[in-house]
T-cell receptor, first 117, second 110 residues
Framework: GAVVSQHPSRVICKSGTSVKIECRSL??????MFWYRQFPKQSLMLMAT?????????EQGVEKDKFLINHASLTLSTLTVTSAHPEDSSFYIC?????????????FGPGTRLTVT | AQTVTQSQPEMSVQEAETVTLSCTYD???????LFWYKQPPSRQMILVIR??????QNATENRFSVNFQKAAKSFSLKISDSQLGDAAMYFC???????FGKGTRLSVIA
């Protein structure tokens, strides 16, 4: 149980375009989802926290107008990188907080590698 | 803000031997959770072990165990009988939303 999927696993886009990454909790309802960014050989940095039906809360230094997060249902959150530039190239990982007694634990998607050319 | 520090960027261990990865954290909370995650080359985050701060007993999961020292805010991971498949990045993390340390790259030597 507690499976999180991400789509796509890899995406290449041209500079100036937008790209959307989907994160789904497959077998549980995730009231809270998190988006992380990981540069090569570095740790995961929390970008934002989203609660179903509410606006996302962004970490300091994360541009909310560039990284649009929508958590429209209990099983789906999306991250849209708008007007992408090469410096946005990174590995993006979503995570969902478990329900009820599992609420202290986060389950991770497999990640999306974004390359902006 | 909570911080997590892993002071060992890289570690290596001989197959079948034991290795300990260090982690310290800073928090003003009294109740929280601590985790160790493994990230293999696939980059999928895998939960290795978790510790609830209100439990004094150290958590164990098969070959993995922790030494949790709440007063010292220390949370080390011990891997016994190391296997080649244990080679990966290991991240220490604090509660939710998870705050991660910088990670320790573990190599296992055959």
């Amino acid at each position: 149980g507690a499976v999180v999927s991400q789509h796509p696993s890899r995406v290449i886009c041209k500079s100036g375009t937008s790209v959307k990454i989907e994160c789904r909790s497959l077998d549980f309802q995730a009231t809270t989802m998190f988006w992380y960014r990981q540069f090569p050989k570095q740790s995961l940095m929390l970008m934002a926290t989203s609660n179903e039906g509410s606006k996302a809360t962004y970490e300091q230094g994360v541009e909310k107008d560039k990284f649009l997060i929508n958590h429209a249902s209990l099983t789906l959150s999306t991250l849209t990188v708008t007007s992408a530039h090469p410096e946005d190239s990174s590995f993006y990982i979503c995570s969902a907080r478990g329900p009820g007694s599992l609420a202290y634990e986060q389950y991770f998607g497999p990640g999306t590698r974004l390359t902006v050319t | 803000a909570q911080t997590v520090t892993q002071s060992q960027p890289e570690m290596s261990v001989q197959e079948a031997e034991t290795v300990t990865l260090s982690c310290t954290y800073d928090t003003s909370e009294s109740d929280y959770y601590l985790f160790w995650y493994k990230q293999p080359p696939s980059r999928q985050m895998i939960l290795v072990i978790r510790q609830e701060a209100y439990k004094q007993q150290n958590a164990t999961e098969n070959r993995f165990s922790v030494n949790f020292q709440k007063a010292a805010k220390s949370f080390s991971l011990k891997i016994s009988d190391s296997q080649l498949g244990d080679a990966a990045m290991y991240f220490c993390a604090y509660t939710t939303p998870l705050v991660f340390g910088k990670g320790t790259r573990l190599s296992v030597i055959a």
